[in-house]
């Protein structure tokens, strides 16, 4: 369509601002959402690594090399009440010895019997991946009551690195939400000023018999495109930074904690970053133009 | 029979209409006015009488602040924006000031209520060509208006009005800035669309013209309308 645009659009400097400000938005947007894409896949892993079982040690030895004997029944006990009594713990049981046996058997051989050893009660806690148990209040519980119990650290580092992350992950959903505000604002700031602008022309072919959507239509595609085209122009320029990030965090983590690099779903979902704030840009211009000429004869 | 159903009833009433601006003084008194599809009338009084003021109220660019006026049929402060858009569709504006867009060349400012209706583009290639040739414009269709005379303007505003032969044709002073044979070949285009069916309304200061076609006048004074048959009158002399 070589149709020049009836309301002289070209005229007015508020198409550079449009460009810019979605530029801008759409790239902290893009890297704010890959973090947290590559900050969720992260979390699920560690949840793979906390999943399962966790283990409760309670050692037959005091500090000074004493047996505990009568103390470490008494300790096992209370020890399970508690871990049993956690929200996110399905259940919990002491291994018997013969379980004990078959533990130690690649290290021991068979024909040892663990009874014979100070081997420490071994509580094994079986959790809700679902809903993880505070691991933070169960230890807490724990060195109150039975100060001896040893809890896996791993797995304490792992779940405050997952509420961590967790935290992000809803940091960055408020960040984003603050940045769509901030675009639909700007949008409609511009748009109203360019209904101002625009006024003698807009009630001109309004007189003309143009319905309301031929005029908003016109408002709200020049939004669409221009917020698509500064969209896309910071995606392109979040690309490099993003990859700079990817490469500089793998090399320093070995990947081991994190993985920074996206699949392809992901990919997709930044990809649709300039496409939804330009959909977002022509539905506030096409909201602001609407109702103003609601106002009009 | 529908056709002539649609004939025969009004393109315009007015009823009692008065009209002011914001607190002003009124300028327009208590009209009474019926417009006869494929009527023609020139509307004279002097600067200032409110012609363009009572212009405005048939394209409903205002709405009268008291009385009651109706466009084809339909009581205009009871229309929905939808039927208000489609109604103007059919009325033609011819503006005092022209009112052409300057970013738009001659062509695309002729072509623009054929848009707005949603014309296809190979007609309205044809017909702005046409009719731009008509008003003798054929060289300046991809002139900018700010690179025209103000009579070439005023033939571009006209040729706008008409390109989509609307039911109702308003022109103010559609004739101020051309001469006295440009202005009378400009009536004819606009007896022409006449003969086709359009109403036509024409306000104007040449006398010449009003002279020469003896249309019925709607003369205001004092902000009030009388009509005037020019053949009944001059008769009477
Ligand atoms: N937008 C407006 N706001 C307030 N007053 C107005 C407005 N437009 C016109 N007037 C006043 O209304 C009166 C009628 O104006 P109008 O333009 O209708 O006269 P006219 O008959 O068309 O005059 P002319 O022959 O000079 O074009 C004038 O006194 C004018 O000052
Ligand atoms: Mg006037």
Request: proline share 3%.
């Amino acid at each position: 369509m070589a149709k020049s645009s009836d309301i002289p659009f070209a005229r007015d400097s508020s198409s550079f601002f449009i460009s810019w400000i979605s530029m801008l938005m759409v790239f902290i947007a893009t890297l704010i959402l890959a973090t947290a894409l590559i900050t969720h896949d992260s979390v699920k892993n560690w949840h793979k690594d906390i999943a399962g079982s966790l283990t409760v040690q309670i050692p037959s030895y005091d500090s000074d090399g004493k047996k505990r004997g009568e103390l470490l029944q008494s300790d096992t006990e209370t020890a399970l009440t508690i871990i049993r009594s956690a929200d996110g713990v399905l259940g919990a049981t002491v291994l018997s010895d013969a379980q004990m046996d078959s533990l130690m058997a690649p290290w021991l051989g068979e024909h040892i019997t663990t009874t014979e050893l100070p081997l420490p009660k071994l509580i094994d806690v079986t959790i809700d991946t679902k809903n993880l148990p505070d691991l933070n209040q169960i230890k807490a519980d724990l060195s109150e009551q039975v100060p001896m119990a040893i809890l896996d650290s791993h797995r304490i580092a792992l779940s405050k690195l997952i509420t961590l992350a967790q935290n992000i992950i809803r940091l960055v959903g408020i960040v984003l939400i603050l940045i769509l505000i901030s675009l639909a604002f700007s949008i409609m700031f511009v748009t109203k000023s360019g209904l101002k602008v625009h006024r003698k022309v807009i009630s001109l072919i309004h007189m003309m018999g143009a319905s309301d959507f031929y005029i908003t239509r016109q408002f709200a595609n020049r939004s669409f495109y221009l917020t698509l085209i500064g969209g896309i122009i910071g995606f392109l320029i979040a690309l490099p930074v993003m990859m700079f990030f990817a490469y500089y965090l793998n090399n320093l983590t070995g990947s081991f904690i994190l993985n920074a690099t996206l699949t392809h779903e992901q990919w997709g979902i930044l990809t649709c970053i300039p496409v939804l704030t330009a959909t977002l840009s022509y539905l506030t211009a096409f909201k602001t133009v609407w109702g103003d000429l609601k106002r009009s004869l | 029979m529908f056709e002539k159903n649609k004939l025969s009833s009004p393109i315009a009433e007015f009823n009692g209409v008065s009209f002011r601006y914001g607190h002003g003084s009124e300028i327009l008194k208590d009209i009474q006015l019926t417009l006869d599809p494929g009527s023609f009338h020139f509307m004279t009084g002097e600067s200032g009488a409110g012609k363009t003021s009572l212009l405005g109220l048939f394209y409903m660019n205002h709405l009268p602040t008291r009385g009651r006026v109706r466009l084809f049929g339909k009581a205009v402060d009871t229309l929905s924006r939808a039927e208000k858009a489609q109604i103007r569709r059919q009325i033609g504006v011819v503006f005092q000031d022209y009112r052409l867009l300057n970013h738009l060349n001659a062509f695309d400012n002729v072509a623009l209520p054929l848009r707005i209706a949603g014309v296809k583009e190979t007609e309205i290639k044809r017909h702005v060509s046409e009719l731009l040739a008509w008003v003798g414009l054929e060289k300046q269709l991809k002139a900018f208006p700010p690179e025209l005379s103000g009579g070439e303007k005023q033939r571009i505003a006209i040729a706008r009005a008409v390109i989509n032969r609307p039911q109702l044709l308003v022109a103010d002073e559609p004739t101020g800035n051309v001469d006295d044979a440009m202005a009378k070949r400009l009536l004819y285009l606009f007896l022409e669309l006449n003969k086709l069916g359009t109403t036509i309304v024409i306000a104007t200061h040449n006398q010449n013209l009003i002279k020469h076609f003896r249309f019925d006048q709607l003369h205001l004074s004092h902000g009030r309308l009388e009509r005037i048959n020019p053949n009944i009158r001059n008769n009477g002399q």
